[in-house]
């Protein structure tokens, strides 16, 4: 019912003279700017996680170290039975699909390229290597498995790189629920704006609106009217806040940029987040009409 | 959807009190019935009530106490929505015409149409029309605020009779016009009538109560009386 513009293309509130316009116009860029730029780290930090997700999902492997004990026989006899129990522990994680412990002719085929072929193996402290295949969509608390691994089999270590990476997912994700805290934020604060502004207006144009309830309106009628005033003043605004925000996205991606270690070169936005950046003004002239639609339609209810 | 049986008063009030906030009350205990399709007149000093009377008629002033039925409704129970359904079945010409000064004259008349969803070509049509009987036809499309006394005048007039509404309730709508033309005026009123419209004029014009024999309501002391065109003459106190 909102969208029905065409009873309100006769404006006899004289709202486009309202003193309060200049104000909204001006908030709700400084909003959208404000929203475009987060809603940029957002994205940025979620094609961040799904490529690092996909890097540590899959699979994983454990290392047991060797005991470094004088006598090679018992120090043997401890990692093998180490690596029994960590085996016995990947098999019952429900997220493992499967474990494989390599034996020795695999150990030996993975150092052969770096020790040759006259290096009798068994005569090195060799760690042992377990290959867990997980399930899809398995996702993995790295530093709990650790913690469990470590009671069992104090030798084992999981793979370093993979145990950071969590770590940095764990932090990205952080910084994702307080971005998307302060895009709300942002957004209440814009809707109070616009419902105070228009509360202010509905008094103002008092007179106005009594001849109109007199000659037998609805507040819906009087809503609409608020309602296409509003959008307006919410796209255009949207429009100025984007187009500040764009250049702003490219000068920190940049500075980003150059940032060693490729991290944040996994931050790329794509053309969809683009889209959602670019239609940004659309959504603010929706909140911004929904938020003066209803505004209306409550305060009339309550004040005549 | 609010149709009334023609026997049924189009208007009636029952023991009404009205009040302005804690003062005491303007009118009291006033009983009143209008059958549909009647024209009266409602007389009475400055400060009697008249102007209370027609805006509790105009489903505007609530009254303070008593029943007030309009079309058959106790509007003491009706909610927002059908309020304005009744409203649009009232014209109202105010004492002070209460115009959108910022928009044409043209838009002024169409505001009862528009708010009830008429098409724009027919809105053009009919508001045309009744602007060239009220011969404003030259300044359609002036700013109301432009215009003269007499001709925002007959703009008011032209918007409380726009949508053949089935009350006309006018607060001293010949105030500052000259005879002829409060005359033609009594005229479209009288056609208006004709066509089933139930008419209450209140005015301070003897010329006109005298001239056409219509029934008064007279208010005086916070009552209301009914006076015929015949018994008028000697108890008539305007
Ligand atoms: N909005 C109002 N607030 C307070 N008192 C009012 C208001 N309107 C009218 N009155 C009082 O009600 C009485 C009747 O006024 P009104 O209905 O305008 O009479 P009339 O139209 O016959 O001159 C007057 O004493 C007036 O002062
Ligand atoms: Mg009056």
Redesign the pocket.
């Known amino acids: 019912m909102i969208w029905k513009f065409k009873s309100s293309r006769h404006q006899e509130l004289p709202l486009s003279k309202d003193s309060s316009n200049l104000f909204l116009k001006i908030m709700i860029s400084i909003s959208v700017f404000l929203f475009a730029v987060t809603l940029a780290g957002v994205l940025a930090i979620n094609s961040m996680l799904v490529n690092w997700n996909a890097s540590i999902l899959g699979s994983l492997t454990v290392q047991i170290v060797p005991v470094s004990n004088a006598d090679r026989q018992k120090a043997q006899e401890e990692i093998l039975k180490q690596e029994q129990r960590a085996v016995a522990l990947l098999e019952a994680m429900p997220e493992a699909k499967k474990v494989t412990p390599l034996n020795d002719g695999q150990l030996q085929s993975l150092l052969r390229p770096w020790l040759g072929d006259d290096v009798d193996i068994n005569e090195l402290p060799m760690p042992r290597l377990i290959d867990v295949k997980l399930k899809s969509g398995a996702e993995i608390n790295f530093k709990q498995l650790a913690e469990k691994l470590a009671t069992v089999a104090p030798q084992a270590s999981l793979d370093n790189h993979k145990l950071w990476l969590n770590k940095l997912i764990n932090f990205a994700a952080g910084l994702k629920v307080l971005a998307l805290a302060v895009l709300l934020l942002v957004i209440g604060v814009t809707s109070g704006a616009i419902f105070y502004t228009t509360q202010t207006s509905l008094g103002l144009h008092k007179d106005v609106i009594e001849i109109l309830h007199i000659m037998g309106a609805k507040d819906t009628y009087i809503a609409q009217q608020y309602a296409g005033r509003t959008a307006w003043l919410g796209l255009i605004g949207g429009i100025i806040g984007v187009l500040i925000a764009i250049p702003i996205i490219f000068l920190i991606a940049h500075l980003a940029g150059q940032i060693e270690g490729g991290i944040i070169d996994e931050a790329r936005l794509s053309i969809g987040s683009w889209v959602a950046i670019v239609s940004l003004p659309l959504f603010s002239s929706l909140v911004a009409m929904q938020t003066a639609y209803y505004t209306v339609k409550h305060t009339l209810e309550r004040m005549m | 959807m609010f149709e009334t049986k023609d026997t049924e008063p189009i208007i009636e009030l029952e023991k009404v009190g009205i009040r302005?906030?804690r003062?005491p009350e303007?009118l009291s205990n006033i009983d009143l019935s209008l059958q549909r399709g009647s024209f009266h007149f409602l007389t009475?000093k400055?400060?009697?009530?008249?102007?209370?009377?027609l805006s509790m008629m105009y489903l505007w002033q609530k009254p303070s106490r008593g029943r007030l039925s309009i079309f058959g409704n106790n509007v003491n129970f009706a909610n927002r929505n059908s309020l304005s359904l009744f409203r649009r079945r009232i014209g109202v010409v105010f004492q002070d015409f209460r115009l959108l000064e910022h928009v044409s004259a043209f838009d002024n008349v169409a505001l009862p149409l528009r708010v009830s969803g008429m098409s724009e070509k027919e809105i053009r049509k009919r508001v045309n029309e009744l602007l060239k009987w009220v011969e404003i036809d030259r300044s359609t499309s002036a700013i109301t605020s432009t215009l003269s006394g007499g001709e925002k005048q007959r703009v008011a007039i032209a918007r409380a009779v726009i949508n053949r509404p089935d009350i006309l309730l006018a607060d001293e709508p010949t105030g500052n016009v000259d005879n002829d033309i409060a005359t033609k005026l009594m005229k479209l009123f009288i056609e208006l009538n004709k066509l089933g419209t139930t008419v209450v004029i209140?005015t301070h014009n003897e010329n006109l109560i005298n001239e056409f024999k219509y029934p008064c309501i007279c208010?005086k002391n916070h009552n209301l009386k009914i006076v015929s065109a015949g018994e008028r003459k000697n108890d008539m106190e305007i």
């Open positions: 302005y906030g003062g303007v009475g400055s400060g009697a009530g008249k102007t209370s009377l209140a208010l």
